[in-house]
């Protein structure tokens, strides 16, 4: 029998990796990361997780601790927030170029400087052309069942993934949590197997100097290149769409939860006006589409849960019939927009399916975001839309400009 | 009982071809090293000249498993590697860390410090050919006062090398050691006993290296020999805190038999532009440093 406990979503993220059979945790901590590195030492000490913990000196060695350990054929974990990510982007990409099934937990806060310690999502999106697959979790349930999802879909494509969750919005609020049962877990995530293994039964020399060209072995077999070794992780990052929708299929029968896939709707069915966002933001967003549903605007929510690879297909189906889409974002791309914005555009263009794209910034800093201020930024893009202004600037939310 | 002249491993495990320089030191020690290792060995490499000696994809001349990893992690990438088959059960199989000095004394400090501190039971190996040779011989921490290198090539460098050893004793490691590959027997000697050692330990190794140095190939082993001799590079061991010299400089230190520093200096181009007044400073820290493990030994 599963059982339901108050949790907050960092208690969720570390009842999760326990279930996962997770060989080797390295961490470092970072608010609001910090008990997470916490529980998971102390669930390693008191015997409860039969794993090696690696208590390293910053991000970068845990990371590489997770790298060199997957390269032997462990199942490992890590996580991390902020600068501790940023820290990392060397092993980030290292990680995905020798094609590790790594699990990590980014508890999304602001970056410095200045410092905050409060949550926006610009650390995790600032990784996205590391290799990595990027999901974004809307509250703790969520959370814990996406860490399952997360090593079954990395494992059968080999590319690492990053469970994205909102510092203190949710890694420091209490929520009721469903937690599984072992057994169940077991069948739905097999015992890690490598694609390689890293032995001396076997000696091999991995991630060495690779021309651009192909090259033959000492058996006349042609080799990749680096750019064939790009090429096929990026192949595995299309392949991991398919990936992604079959853990959560195969999840939501076993364990009758369904987050969505790649991406999610709240009364959608009808709506002309499209509010879209990522993790606890898009939580919020439903209660906004209430609101305006109730002053007689057709609103619905579409919920980005897959960031990296980038679902084009499902948000064209997505917002085929919307008149409008509202895309609110605790990110931006300096000099640009916000990148959730820009991908939505991108996957919409030239298709026919041509809402009129708004972007707000929202939250940075964890600055609070209140449904009814969604409400009236969705409410007046709307008002834009009936007015004939289908482009406008991103909108700082909520903040002075002047 | 450590294994002899009579008894070194016959097997080769860097097959004849590899990528690096012709006369480089790097690949007599890592051959030795490797003999001594034997099988049941994984090492781990940063970006260096050891990353080129392992080949280019798809073929490389080693025989044992090597993970090559970015520059600042090889400690960190050895601690994975315990982890990981500690986990497994696999705790039998030796871990071993090749770095150069720039990864070593510069950007990898802080894992091996790290990994050091946690007694991660591995072999730290530092080679140092004294400077970033893979990238075309520039300055690194380790490079001696008065050489000439691509970033310090009008004054030459400024600062004297940093005290590495001093800096991996303050870690009260299990095993310090350091080794030329101009002397293969006391080398091979100190990783057949680091092997049988259990916690963190250091192995220091001075490489010659033709072109950073500016030497001919054929004098390699005549200018590992040369460091040795001059006591600029003494051979000793640290084991649970006790100083020892090793081989040759064991009988220098005992018979006094010190060759001068100028010997050793002369015979390379990039200390060309050392004056006498630099020359007898650099003599004079040699002999500091001399006297200091000399009281060591004493103690
Ligand atoms: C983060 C990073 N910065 C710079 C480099 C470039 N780089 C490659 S090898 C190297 C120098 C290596 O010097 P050392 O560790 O002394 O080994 P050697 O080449 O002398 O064998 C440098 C600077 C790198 N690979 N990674
Ligand atoms: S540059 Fe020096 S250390 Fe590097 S391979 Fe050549 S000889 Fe060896």
Avoid at chain 1, 55 to 67: D, F, K, Q, S
Avoid at chain 2, 20 to 27: I, P
Wanted: glycine residues 8%.
């Amino acid at each position: 029998m599963s059982k339901v406990q108050i949790m907050t979503g960092n208690s969720a993220a570390a009842a999760a990796v326990m279930l996962c059979d997770v060989q080797v945790v390295a961490a470092y901590p970072i608010t609001p990361q910090s008990q997470l590195a916490e529980m998971m030492s102390q669930y390693i000490e008191s015997g409860e997780l039969k794993a090696e913990y690696v208590r390293v000196e910053g991000e970068h060695t845990a990371l590489t601790v997770c790298i060199s350990a997957s390269t032997v054929g462990a199942r490992v974990f890590t996580a991390t927030s902020a600068n501790g990510l940023l820290y990392m982007h060397e092993q980030l990409h290292w990680a995905a170029g020798a094609r590790l099934p790594i699990v990590m937990c980014c508890v999304n806060r602001g970056v410095g400087a200045p410092w905050t310690i409060f949550n926006d999502q610009q650390d995790s999106l600032a990784q996205r052309d590391t290799g990595w697959i990027q999901l974004y979790c809307r509250n703790n349930q969520e959370i814990h069942d996406t860490i399952l999802q997360a090593y079954r879909i990395a494992e059968s494509v080999y590319v690492p993934v990053m469970v994205c969750y909102d510092g203190f919005v949710l890694s420091h609020t209490m929520m009721p949590v469903d937690i599984p049962e072992q057994e169940g877990v077991r069948e739905y995530l097999p015992p890690y197997k490598p694609h390689t293994i890293l032995t001396p039964d076997d000696p091999r020399c991995l991630n060495p100097v690779l021309f651009p060209n192909r090259r033959a072995d000492s058996e006349g077999v042609l080799r990749d290149g680096y750019m064939e070794m790009r090429y096929k992780l990026e192949a595995a990052l299309e392949k991991a769409l398919g990936a992604i929708t079959e853990a959560s299929d195969t999840f939501a029968k076993r364990f009758g939860r369904d987050h969505g896939g790649l991406v999610w709707g709240y009364r959608t069915e009808d709506a002309e006006l499209h509010l879209v966002a990522m993790g606890s933001l898009a939580s919020e967003a439903t209660l906004a589409a209430d609101a305006l549903r109730a002053r007689g605007i057709r609103a619905g929510v579409t919920g980005i849960r897959a960031f990296r690879p980038f679902p084009k297909a499902a948000v064209r189906k997505a917002l085929q019939g919307a008149k409008a889409a509202v895309v609110f974002e605790k990110s931006i791309s300096y000099g640009n927009e916000g990148a959730l914005c820009t991908e939505i555009k991108g996957a919409l263009f030239g298709t026919g399916i041509e809402p009129a794209v708004y972007n707000y910034i929202a939250g940075l800093g964890g600055r609070d975001v209140k449904a009814r201020e969604l409400e009236a930024a969705a409410g007046e893009s709307w008002d834009d839309l009936s007015a004939g202004r289908r482009e406008k600037n991103t909108t700082w939310l909520n903040c002075v400009t002047e | 009982m450590p294994e002899n002249l009579f008894k070194i491993n016959s097997k080769e495990y860097i097959l004849p071809g590899s990528r690096a320089c012709q006369g480089c030191g790097l690949s007599l020690f890592y051959r030795y090293a490797l003999k001594a290792l034997r099988e049941n060995t994984i090492v781990t490499l940063p970006a260096c000249c050891l990353c080129v000696l392992q080949g280019l994809y798809p073929s490389t001349p080693v025989m044992v498993p090597a993970l090559n990893n970015s520059f600042a992690s090889t400690a960190a990438s050895a601690s994975g590697l315990v982890a990981g088959l500690r986990a497994l059960n696999k705790a039998d199989t030796t871990v071993v860390a090749i770095a150069g000095d720039g990864a070593t004394f510069d950007m990898g400090i802080q894992a091996l410090s790290g990994a050091a501190e946690r007694g991660t039971d591995f072999i730290y190996v530092c080679y140092d050919n004294e400077g970033y040779m893979n990238t075309g011989t520039q300055r690194s921490s380790a490079t001696p006062m008065g050489a000439l290198t691509t970033t310090t090539p009008i004054l030459t460098k400024q600062q004297p090398k940093k005290d590495f050893l001093k800096i991996m004793e303050a870690h009260n490691i299990a095993y310090i050691a350091t080794a030329s590959p101009s002397y293969p027997l006391d080398l091979y000697d100190k990783f057949v006993k680091a092997k049988k050692i259990r916690g963190t330990r250091y192995i220091h190794i001075h490489v010659p290296c033709p072109p950073g140095w500016v030497y001919p190939p054929k004098d390699t082993v005549k200018m590992g020999r040369l460091a040795v001799e001059t006591g600029l590079f003494p051979l000793f061991e640290i084991e649970n805190g006790k100083f020892r010299f090793t081989g040759r400089s064991k009988t220098q230190a005992e018979r006094g038999n010190r060759l001068p520093v100028i010997n050793y200096l002369e015979k390379q181009g990039r200390f060309r532009k050392m004056d006498a007044e630099q020359l007898s400073q650099f003599q004079s820290m040699v002999d500091a440093k001399w006297d200091e493990y000399l009281r060591k030994t004493e103690g």
